[in-house]
Structure formats: C-alpha cells, structure tokens
C-alpha cells in the first residue's frame, strides 16, 4: 500500500484539508499507516497535479481560506483498481525478537529493561485505541458491556458478533471499527507475548 492509497480512504471518509488530513493520520488513519505532515502535503500536491484529487477554497470567518481536498473521478478508480488487486500477506521483520534470540550468547538480564520500554510503550498504545474505540463507537462499547458484563470490557471482542444495528449497516463505520479492533487485538497479543518474554529473561537470570 502506498500513502496514496490510504489518503483516498480518508479523503472519501471526509473531505476534509491538509491539516485536517494530518490530523486524521495522528488518530484514526495512524491506526495501519503513518505519515508526517510534510509528506502529507507533498503526496497531496502530487495527487492533485494528477488529477486523483480536486481542491476548492472554502471561506473560513476571521481566518485565511482553507484548501478543502475531495477524490476526483480518476482517484476513485485508483483506489478501486487497487483493492481489487492481490495483496502479499505481510512478513514481520521484528528487531526485539532478533535480540532476544542473540541474548542466550550474552546476558538475558541486560535484555529486562529494554522489554519493559517495549511493553511501557505497547501499553499506552492499547490505552490509546481503547480511548478511541470508547470515543467513536460508544454505542457498541454499552450494548457489550450492558450484554456480557464486566468481563466484556477487559476480553477482546468477539471478531464473530457484529455490532447491533436499529437500520442498514453503516460501513464505513463497521469497516473503521473492525480495522480499530484487529489493532487493539495486535497489542493485547503483544503485551500477552511481552509478559512472557519477561517472565522467561527473569527465570534466566536467576538462574546464572
């Protein structure tokens, strides 16, 4: 996938501006692929140069006019064409695991805090989408907790219960939130994988 790509779906999710965008790369799109600003704009610039995007100005009271960005034709069928196409599942390059392995040629213990930074910094990304989830898909959120109780807020969702829906599935909304959930299901596998790497290092040293 290329930032163009992901930059269509949150176009066609939103118009929306540069800064906008950047935004949106910072919270919900930052969930599968980030960006900084500078880039951002570059690629949108880009897009607009080949006709994948339009841009108008829209007045704005007591600030400049700001360049609203929508997806134009041409970049409609880009993005179609591509979720059409095969994808290569992905391969995991995992540098901790690397040096977990190369610890049994060295100290295990030297390896403890560096995996308690990894699992400082997994933790408050799970904090993080969890706050999300709380913040754009309330309605679910209660419906579990009020159906399955207290444990239905520390377990992970069930991928095979679809939210409850009064009309028509809405989604991009369902879309958003399932792509939200495999990222909260990533980092509870992490955080699970992290605590027993510590709890391996530490049984390791006491050992020595």
Do not use: N
Request: hydrophobic share 40%; aromatic share 6%; net charge negative.
């Amino acid at each position: 996938m290329a930032i163009e790509h992901a930059i269509l779906v949150s176009l066609l999710e939103k118009p929306g501006s540069g800064y906008e965008l950047a935004r949106r790369f910072e919270r919900s799109i930052g969930y599968f692929w980030t960006a900084s600003h500078q880039q951002i704009y570059r690629v949108l610039k880009r897009m607009e140069g080949d006709g994948w995007v339009d841009v108008r100005d829209v007045p704005q009271q007591g600030r400049p006019d700001k360049k609203e960005y929508t997806v134009a034709d041409l970049g409609q069928a880009v993005l179609s064409s591509w979720i059409h196409e095969p994808i290569e599942p992905e391969s995991i390059r995992h540098d901790l695991a690397v040096k977990i392995r190369g610890a049994a040629f060295d100290d295990p213990a030297a390896l403890i805090h560096e995996v308690e930074r990894h699992r400082r910094a997994h933790t408050e990304r799970l904090a993080h989408y969890l706050a999300g989830e709380q913040r754009d898909f309330p309605a679910r959120d209660e419906d579990a907790s009020a159906a399955s109780g207290p444990a239905a807020v520390s377990g992970p969702p069930d991928a095979s219960d679809p939210p409850a829906a009064s009309g028509p599935p809405d989604a991009g909304r369902e879309l958003q939130h399932v792509v939200l959930r495999g990222g909260i299901a990533y980092e509870r596998m992490t955080l699970a994988w992290l605590d027993d790497v510590l709890a391996t290092l530490h049984r390791l040293a006491a050992a020595r």
